[in-house]
């Protein structure tokens, strides 16, 4: 098994805490590691040349950070070119949270099941700094909710890809710490298999050496989220504004047929298609093809059938009368198609592969 895995690590500013870590893992019997140095400057020149002396190192270089996601992806192409006979590789970080043990314990789990591993912490113990816990809950909510993927530990560093997965973890977008939570987008995306490993929860002087930027890193790493949320904002204001205008400016007068109706159907028009080229262009990252256009329609009309079919049944076995109260119930079941509209169109709609 160990000689068959490589050991990707990428290294930002490291202290000796990444020599301790190389020696435990060739102790451990791995025998391929490799080190992508990303950009750290010249101050960590003797780090790294403790590193490169290592026999089982293979030292990769950035000449100025690029960061996380970029390192990785350069250790997964040189791996891809280099190691023609190797089954996959594991990802670790360089601060020593990552025990031999544990690594190895992935790469067990890689070789064995041939999927994607995830090595996960447990964040119920007490020694879990604060804002891990509720930064790991957060994400893992929002995975659940979106995603449906159940993920105990979203933002590990520690995971195992077998090769057959690198090449298109290489399409996948992100340069930073955003990019290992876009795997996991992919991941959801393509339906690829995932394992779970528990592993240790080591925290190091309260985790005080992650570069993570707790408001730029999180706004890129739920930047897809994001996104998504403001297209459907956008998409309410431009309806609202459009059926405003179209009542108050009437363009055109339809026979025995009220204003409301048509003025309401071209607003609704016009802002679904603006959602639909938002969604395309910026949040799902698919094409504007004949094929994803009749897709998105074909889901906006049976989402508004579901959603009037619900609110019509709850109605009825709660024999409900007050408008108000309908309201309501509308709000949440139009809440909850929300989160759904979300997976159809994340893995089917805009899924150019499929």
Not at 181 to 186: A, K, N, R, S
Not at 273 to 284: C, G, R, S, T, W
Not at 318 to 338: E, G, H, N, P, Y
Request: hydrophobic share 50%; proline share 3%.
């Amino acid at each position: 098994m160990m000689e068959k895995i490589s050991i990707i690590i990428p290294a930002y500013k490291p202290d000796e805490k990444l020599i301790k870590t190389l020696q435990s893992l060739i102790a451990a019997g791995f025998s391929d590691l490799l080190i992508v140095d990303d950009g750290s400057g010249d101050s960590f020149a003797p780090i790294f040349a403790q590193v490169e002396a290592m026999e089982q190192v293979t030292l990769l270089r950035h000449t100025v950070n690029r960061g996380k996601g970029a390192a990785l992806k350069t250790a997964m192409r040189f791996f891809l070119e280099n190691r023609l006979d190797f089954f996959g590789a594991v990802s670790a970080d360089a601060d020593g949270q990552h025990t031999a043990e544990d690594i190895a314990a992935v790469a067990k789990k890689l070789t064995e099941s041939g999927h994607i591993v995830l090595g996960c912490r447990d964040f119920s113990l007490p020694d879990v700094p604060a804002r891990s816990r509720f930064g790991n809950r957060f994400t893992s909510g929002t995975f659940r909710l979106f995603f449906g993927m159940k993920i105990a530990d979203t933002q590990t560093g520690l995971r195992g890809y077998p090769r057959g997965v690198m090449e298109g973890l290489l399409s996948v977008e992100g340069e930073r710490f955003e990019y290992e939570t876009q795997m996991l987008f992919y991941i959801s995306r393509q339906g690829l298999p995932l394992e779970q490993v528990k592993i240790r929860t080591v925290y190091i002087e309260e985790n005080a050496s992650s570069h993570f930027r707790p408001i730029v890193d999180s706004l890129r790493i739920y930047s897809l989220i994001l996104k998504y949320l403001f297209s459907s904002v956008a998409a309410s204001v431009i309806d609202a504004l459009a059926f405003f205008l179209l009542k108050q400016f009437p363009l055109f007068a339809i026979p025995m047929i009220p204003l409301t109706f048509p003025a309401a159907f071209l607003a609704r028009a016009i802002s679904s298609f603006v959602n639909y080229l938002i969604n395309a262009k910026a949040v799902f990252k698919g094409d504007t093809s004949k094929k994803t256009l009749l897709r998105y329609y074909l889901l906006a009309v049976v989402q508004i059938a579901v959603s009037a079919v619900c609110v019509f049944i709850i109605e009825h076995l709660l024999m409900i009368r007050a408008a108000w109260l309908s309201t309501l119930i509308k709000l949440a079941v139009d809440t909850v198609l929300f989160f759904i509209s979300f997976r159809i169109q994340h893995k089917w709609v805009f899924n150019n592969e499929q």
